[in-house]
């Protein structure tokens, strides 16, 4: 592939981030939230619910805990760019990612456009792949373990209320994609030590007749993964705590949104393990909905919420939980994208289209001289 070719490709993912993509999971989302409301929606139940100080406070709490979440991915982003990126250019740059998730497909995410977008910044193309693939693998090891260690305490029920057995149908779901992660994650952490190994399958890939279109991107990835390999197993021990502790803090501040939507809206048990169900059946039904074909699991999410935490709030309720918990985790992105990409895109198509007329002059006086 040449440098303009390859210029007019990276052109392809800029126009991915375009903000017209955000109209599809707006409107699924509202939609379904409207549904939910129209069908599920109880006046006297809504009546009783008390907006009052308490129901504010808590859902600042909420607010504040997702504020938390966003500085924790920062940190982290920071911290695995070796400090190149200051915290307020790592704040912006979590946007971006987040803004990439929010209009993809939850089962693809914003991890190639992450690789991308990274690698337009002050640092390598391998750096941006080490970035991104690290933080799979991380993310990766919070879920599988802590998915095991919440179903030791608390069994089924972790998964919906009631549930008695792994063996229906979203435990058979839940099981899928606790697998699938633990595939994906083993063959990435298998290509830390066995980098090589994966650039001659790549190289090998490469050189078949259907794909060989794609020979260059499939070469230059074989030795990214050989380069990221070598960087991540020579950092010290600190920097894979501190990648560690922010991501933990980053998933769990997540999760906990829901703790403070639910205690905003009802009155519900405060006791240590009671809320602690409550914040694993919110991983759970996360983790669950993994394969959703929706943006950012837009829709998808709303119809499950109620469900998941039928023992805590109604259904009529659950519909404007749904709703408040997608306000505070889901739709600021959007906003925040259309804030924040406009800028980014022009300083980076600017900086591509001078690129391609810096190469076009060039061919032009070789093709004169």
Not at 40 to 54: C, G, L, P, V
Not at 192 to 197: C, D, E, I, K, N
Not at 298 to 309: A, R
Request: charged share 15%; with cysteine.
């Amino acid at each position: 592939m040449s440098t303009s070719r390859q210029i007019k490709s990276d052109q392809k993912v800029l126009d991915s981030l375009k903000l017209s993509k955000i109209i599809l999971p707006v409107l699924i989302g509202l939609t379904v939230i409207v549904y939910i409301l129209i069908s599920q929606f109880n006046y006297e139940e809504f009546k009783a619910i008390s907006w009052n100080d308490r129901l504010w406070f808590f859902l600042g709490i909420a607010v504040c805990i997702y504020v938390l979440r966003h500085l924790f991915y920062a940190f982290r982003l920071k911290i695995l760019s070796d400090n190149v990126f200051t915290f307020r250019h790592s704040m912006e740059l979590v946007c971006i990612w987040e803004f990439a998730s929010a209009i993809s497909p939850t089962s693809i995410g914003g991890s190639a456009v992450a690789v991308f977008f990274l690698s337009q910044e002050k640092i390598s193309g391998a750096k941006a792949v080490s970035i991104v693939m690290y933080t799979v693998i991380v993310d990766s090891m919070f879920f599988l373990l802590s998915l095991i260690g919440l179903y030791f305490i608390f069994g089924p029920p972790l998964i919906r209320p009631n549930m008695e057995s792994l063996l229906e149908g979203y435990g058979i779901t839940f099981i899928i994609v606790w697998l699938f992660i633990l595939f994906y994650a083993s063959v990435l952490t298998w290509g830390l030590f066995r980098p090589r190994v994966i650039k001659n399958i790549l190289f090998g890939l490469s050189k078949l007749p259907l794909i060989k279109r794609f020979q260059r991107s499939l070469v230059q990835t074989g030795l990214d993964v050989v380069v990221t390999s070598k960087e991540i197993r020579s950092k010290p021990l600190s920097f894979h705590v501190l990648a560690g502790l922010s991501t933990i803090g980053a998933w769990a501040t997540r999760f906990m949104t829901v703790n403070f939507i639910i205690l905003a809206l009802v009155e519900i048990d405060t006791d240590f393990m009671s809320q602690f169900l409550l914040y694993a059946r919110s991983q759970t039904m996360y983790v669950i909905t993994q394969f959703s074909p929706t943006p950012g699991g837009s829709g998808v999410m709303e119809l499950l919420f109620s469900g998941f935490f039928s023992d805590y709030i109604s259904e009529g309720i659950g519909s404007v939980g749904a709703l408040l918990w997608r306000l505070i985790t889901y739709y600021p992105y959007l906003l925040l994208g259309v804030i924040i990409i406009p800028n980014w895109l022009r300083r980076i198509m600017r900086h591509k289209k001078k690129q391609l007329k810096d190469l076009e002059e060039l061919e032009e006086r070789r093709l004169n001289s």
